[in-house]
């Protein structure tokens, strides 16, 4: 893990001064398992990675500069239960707002909503640090909504976002099935956000297209271009020659999978808010888990390199990614690139982002026969087969 870490600081330009460093971090943040032998099984089946690695890697892309490295964490991993895996998580954020001199006021407003006596999953508390240059990272930390129970989570995240300032933003979310995640960003940060990650069944490009709620946000054919890019959903050749300048879904129709529905793992968006008061959202991110639509991750990253360079950013640093954190070909197995984010925040450039697994624990092969286009190329007869 930590070797993993040093080579991705590497990639991402960090000095080796700061990649030193930022590897000591992790170590301290996870705490015994770092130290955990590989050959015992995970700590328990965290929800933070398919193969319950508590940890996972991102690169955030932005045209004309080298992409930023982020670590996601869950600090209680070893903890015996959710209650207490959530109050290892605090003790641990508040060691870093005590380390690197930041409040974690924001986090104490909400501790009582998710954190509660008998807290239900998928989680307690993970927190993601961006290793910027200088050693000191930014930190943001996810909170469950469904922690009093999935029946509560749309009431807890109101309240939250209330508490925070945004009275009114819960009612600017557009429609989903299930809130996923609450994120604060604590810290050293120009504009801390608030995020609500919400889940979406059987996304469509074309519903996906619909979704961002801020103001002055991407246009939907942006947003549906990347979700059939990331899906692999594109018409055959892949090739960009369908660029629409046409405003949203312009030039597009169904056979460009504009209405297939992710159903094997679902789509996500995220909405981010800003400046207290502000009821509308200042971010939106689409979320598309491209692990359960490849055969392997030669096709992911195929993909993720279309999208990197249609939005004018260098793809090399993602590739040699992928093979500091692993020996294997990326078409040996699927999952490495776990989900490939467009990420829009006002006032700052697009972004894209690849989170990339850490597979400490397992590989999943590779799907033998092709990946259908989701259920519009699958024969109704395989549907039905009982
Ligand atoms: N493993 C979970 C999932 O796949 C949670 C998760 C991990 C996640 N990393 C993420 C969700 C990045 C969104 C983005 O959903």
Same mark, same amino acid.
């Given at each position: 893990?930590?070797?993993?870490?040093?080579?991705?600081? %590497?990639?991402?330009?960090?000095?080796?001064?700061?990649?030193?460093? $930022?590897?000591?971090?992790?170590?301290?943040?996870?705490?015994p398992?770092? %130290?955990?032998? /590989?050959?015992l099984?995970?700590?328990?089946?965290?929800?933070?990675?398919?193969?319950?690695?508590?940890?996972? +890697?991102?690169?955030? *892309?932005?045209?004309?500069?080298?992409?930023?490295?982020?670590?996601?964490?869950?600090?209680?991993?070893?903890? @015996?239960?959710?209650?207490? !895996?959530?109050?290892?998580?605090?003790?641990?954020?508040?060691?870093?707002?005590?380390?690197? =001199? +930041?409040?974690?006021?924001?986090?104490?407003?909400?501790?009582?909503?998710?954190?509660?006596?008998?807290?239900?999953?998928p989680?307690?508390?993970?927190?993601?640090?961006?290793?910027?240059? @200088?050693?000191?990272?930014?930190v943001?930390?996810?909170? !469950?909504?469904?922690?009093?129970?999935?029946?509560?989570?749309?009431?807890?995240v109101?309240?939250?976002?209330?508490?925070? =300032?945004?009275?009114?933003? *819960?009612?600017?979310? &557009?429609?989903?099935?299930?809130? /996923? *995640?609450? #994120?604060?960003?604590?810290?050293?940060? !120009?504009?801390?956000?608030?995020?609500?990650?919400?889940?979406?069944?059987?996304?469509?490009?074309?519903?996906?297209?619909?979704?961002?709620?801020?103001? @002055?946000?991407?246009?939907?054919?942006?947003?549906?271009?990347? +979700?059939?890019?990331?899906?692999?959903?594109?018409?055959?050749?892949?090739?960009?020659?369908?660029?629409?300048?046409?405003?949203?879904?312009? @030039?597009?129709?169904?056979?460009?999978?504009?209405?297939?529905?992710?159903?094997?793992?679902?789509?996500?968006?995220?909405?981010?808010?800003?400046?207290?008061?502000?009821?509308?959202?200042?971010? +939106?991110?689409?979320?598309? &888990?491209?692990?359960?639509?490849?055969?392997?991750?030669?096709?992911?990253?195929?993909?993720?390199?279309?999208?990197?360079?249609?939005?004018?950013?260098?793809?090399?640093?993602?590739?040699?990614?992928?093979?500091?954190?692993t020996?294997?070909?990326?078409?040996?197995?699927?999952?490495?690139?776990? $989900?490939?984010?467009?990420v829009?925040?006002?006032?700052?450039p697009?972004r894209?982002?690849? $989170?990339?697994?850490? %597979?400490? $624990?397992?590989?999943?092969?590779?799907?033998?026969?092709?990946?259908?286009?989701?259920?519009? #190329?699958?024969?109704?007869?395989?549907?039905?087969?009982?």
């Open positions: 893990m930590a070797r993993q870490a040093l080579r991705l600081c %590497e990639v991402a330009g960090l000095s080796g001064s700061d990649s030193a460093e $930022y590897a000591r971090t992790l170590l301290t943040v996870m705490g398992v770092a %130290e955990r032998p /590989l050959d099984p995970p700590p328990y089946a965290s929800f933070l990675s398919d193969d319950h690695t508590p940890l996972e +890697f991102s690169l955030a *892309f932005t045209a004309g500069s080298g992409p930023t490295l982020r670590v996601l964490l869950e600090p209680g991993c070893e903890a @015996g239960g959710l209650a207490e !895996n959530g109050r290892v998580g605090l003790r641990a954020v508040r060691a870093m707002a005590r380390r690197w =001199g +930041f409040d974690t006021v924001r986090l104490d407003e909400l501790e009582d909503l998710f954190f509660p006596e008998h807290p239900e999953g989680l307690a508390l993970w927190c993601a640090l961006e290793l910027l240059p @200088g050693g000191v990272p930014k943001k930390v996810y909170l !469950n909504p469904a922690a009093s129970g999935q029946e509560r989570s749309a009431g807890t109101r309240e939250a976002l209330r508490r925070l =300032g945004h009275g009114q933003a *819960f009612a600017a979310l &557009p429609p989903s099935d299930r809130h /996923l *995640f609450v #994120a604060l960003d604590l810290g050293d940060w !120009n504009e801390p956000r608030v995020k609500v990650y919400l889940v979406h069944d059987d996304l469509s490009a074309r519903k996906a297209a619909g979704l961002s709620r801020m103001t @002055g946000g991407p246009r939907g054919g942006d947003i549906s271009r990347f +979700f059939r890019t990331a899906a692999g959903l594109d018409s055959s050749d892949g090739s960009d020659a369908d660029a629409d300048g046409l405003g949203p879904l312009g @030039g597009l129709d169904a056979r460009d999978g504009l209405d297939v529905p992710l159903d094997r793992r679902p789509g996500l968006t995220c909405h981010a808010f800003t400046e207290a008061g502000a009821d509308l959202p200042s971010g +939106f991110t689409l979320h598309i &888990p491209v692990r359960d639509y490849a055969r392997h991750d030669g096709e992911a990253l195929d993909r993720a390199v279309t999208l990197l360079r249609r939005h004018g950013m260098d793809p090399a640093p993602l590739v040699r990614a992928l093979s500091a954190v020996g294997r070909r990326p078409e040996d197995g699927v999952g490495l690139i776990a $989900y490939l984010a467009l829009h925040q006002r006032g700052k697009t894209v982002t690849a $989170y990339i697994s850490s %597979e400490a $624990y397992q590989v999943r092969p590779p799907v033998a026969v092709p990946v259908p286009r989701a259920t519009e #190329a699958v024969p109704r007869t395989t549907q039905a087969v009982h």
